[in-house]
């Protein structure tokens, strides 16, 4: 309790930011749900389960978990192939169980291999993604779901030609209303508005909702060209009741578990979820003020669990989700205590106030959204990673611009792709260097030495001439591959024909013969 990130020292911090991750993330489960083919609900029960269930197990401060655009592809596909939502929920249910054993078997270590360059890509990326992507809607143009990540659009647009198409379909009335909302999102940001203590109590988005919602009624009022149509605001489930909103619930139908098909849908939802989880989790890590640490393996269990209960209520895969988790770093969140307060607040408000959800304009939620894309963007970042130099910036801009114009898992592997070949660049050149002084050679390995290295070692060896005295130095070496060994001793063999006369060092591994004395 004494400790100052405690939940209870924090609330004060934690359930502002809940509200701001609650309106970030309500049109993107609904959105989710529609792209992927299932029940609007079925989006629902995925965000509230991925902040109760999800937050509560974690060990993630600021991560937020629910549905996620990057899996609508494969959602949807596996709702068309196996036919029957009951089914799907079965697969949802095995991945959750698959993602336990990953856990367990301590496989979330991948994820500590992902270079900070590719990472930080990642976010700049999805921060320009969600520029460009709200834009649209920000001035009444919905025919792309909220929340969409991908560059080819189900409508057949893509990323750009649905911003150029959007210019003839505005609405103004809804331009009006995300003018006002940017606006009052840039005033909450000013120091003066900052140290009010109305500002600590209230955030800035829960304005911009009420006064979208205000303004609309306004319009509706005077009748208006200006009213923005039930097509462009929230659109939840409404129950007649509370024991009409839980028969909305679905159940698993465990005869799928004998149906291979099901198993290869929950075992690609389970690879897929895994991995967009732990690289959202690195990637919160480093957004994390504090930065605290997330237990990888943990995580996985944590998203296991909520893709279980999940799947046995009805709803959609869950993983990690960066820009509900970015929304949460920005709003102030200190411990995870937001995430499950903004689960909670999903279910309530469904539950009992869907009607005046529904009332929410779009282009209102928009202007949230912009407003997380930018920070998840600015130029100070990309200026940050030009200054380290063209090893970190070239799989930074190769990331960003993968995402821009594939979706958040191809780009990320092409990030990754690009990342490896400037490591390996790195470690080709660092693995080993030759000095020279007149006839005399020192050839130093350094650090680890594998059979990546040999092109180097054998030019550098083919290039010392004949009568030379060379000194190739292992002392520094903690491991030396077998290649390695097998060309310096080919050199040995070749240097008595060329009058070259080769001094080992002793290595401090003793499984290189080679360097004993």
């Known amino acids: ?34 792209a992927s083919g299932a029940s609007l609900f079925s989006g629902i029960i995925a965000g509230f389960v991925g902040g109760i269930v999800v937050a509560s197990y974690s060990k993630s401060a600021l991560s937020v ?13 596996g ?13 949802v249910v095995l991945a959750g169980i698959i993602q336990l054993v990953l856990g367990f078997v301590r496989a979330g270590t991948i994820g500590n291999y992902f270079p900070a360059s590719v990472i930080k890509g990642m976010l700049a990326a999805i921060g320009l993604t969600l520029i460009l992507k709200q834009i649209p809607h920000a001035v ?30 505005i609405q103004p009335g809804a331009a009006i209303i995300c003018l006002v909302s940017v606006g009052i999102l840039l005033l909450w940001e000013r120091p003066f508005i900052r140290k009010a203590v109305f500002s600590k109590i209230i955030p800035a988005p829960l304005v911009v909702v009420t006064v979208g919602i205000v303004l609309n009624e306004v319009f509706r ?10 097509e462009h605001l929230v659109s939840l489930p409404v129950a007649d009741s509370v024991g009409a909103f839980f028969g909305q619930f679905t159940f698993p139908a465990l005869s799928g578990l004998a149906n291979p098909d099901v198993w290869i849908v929950a075992i690609t939802i389970a690879v897929v979820a895994s991995l967009e989880s732990l690289l959202s989790i690195d990637a919160i890590d480093k957004l994390d003020p504090y930065k605290r640490l997330t237990p990888l393996n943990h995580e996985l269990k944590a998203q296991g669990l909520g893709n279980l209960v999940s799947g046995l209520i009805g709803g959609l895969p869950v993983t990690s989700v960066i820009v509900r988790s970015s929304a949460n770093v920005g709003s102030g969140a200190r411990t ?11 279910l309530v408000t469904a539950m009992l106030i869907p009607n005046l959800l529904n009332k929410i304009p779009l282009a209102s939620l928009a202007a949230i ?35 821009l114009f594939t979706n958040l898992l191809q780009g990320i592997f092409i990030g990754l792709g690009i990342g490896l070949i400037f490591v390996l660049k790195s470690n080709f050149h660092q693995a080993l260097f030759c000095v020279k002084e007149g006839n005399r050679y020192l050839v130093r390995l350094t650090k680890d030495v594998s059979f990546l290295n040999k092109a180097l070692l054998r030019n550098t060896l083919r290039e010392i001439p004949d009568n030379s ?23 040995q063999q070749s240097a008595l024909s060329r009058n070259i006369t080769v001094e080992l060092n002793q290595s401090v591994s003793a499984s290189n013969p080679i360097f004993r004395a």
Request: proline share 5%.
């Open 1 to 34: 309790m004494n400790h100052p990130l405690h939940p209870l020292n924090n609330l004060r911090h934690d359930l502002p930011a809940s509200i701001v991750v609650f309106l970030v993330a309500l049109p993107l489960c609904l959105g989710v749900a529609l």
């Open 65 to 77: 978990s629910g549905p996620a655009a990057g899996l609508t592809t494969i959602v949807f596909a």
């Open 79 to 91: 709702i068309q192939q196996l036919g029957h939502y009951p089914l799907f929920l079965t697969a």
């Open 140 to 169: 009444g143009y919905d025919s792309d779901f909220i929340g969409d990540e991908n560059f080819v659009q189900a409508d057949g647009e893509n990323t750009f030609t649905e911003l150029i198409k959007a210019f003839d379909y």
């Open 221 to 230: 009022s005077y009748n208006t060209s200006l009213l923005i149509s039930s």
């Open 336 to 346: 995870k205590t937001s995430a499950i307060a903004h689960g909670v607040l999903l």
């Open 369 to 403: 959204l912009l407003m997380v894309g930018w920070k998840l963007t600015k130029p100070s970042l990309i200026m940050e990673m030009f200054r380290k130099g063209w090893a970190q910036f070239i799989p930074f801009a190769v990331t960003i611009l993968a995402i």
């Open 469 to 491: 005295y060379v000194i190739i130095d292992g002392s520094r070496s903690t491991f030396i591959d077998n290649d390695i060994i097998e060309t310096i001793q080919d050199f």
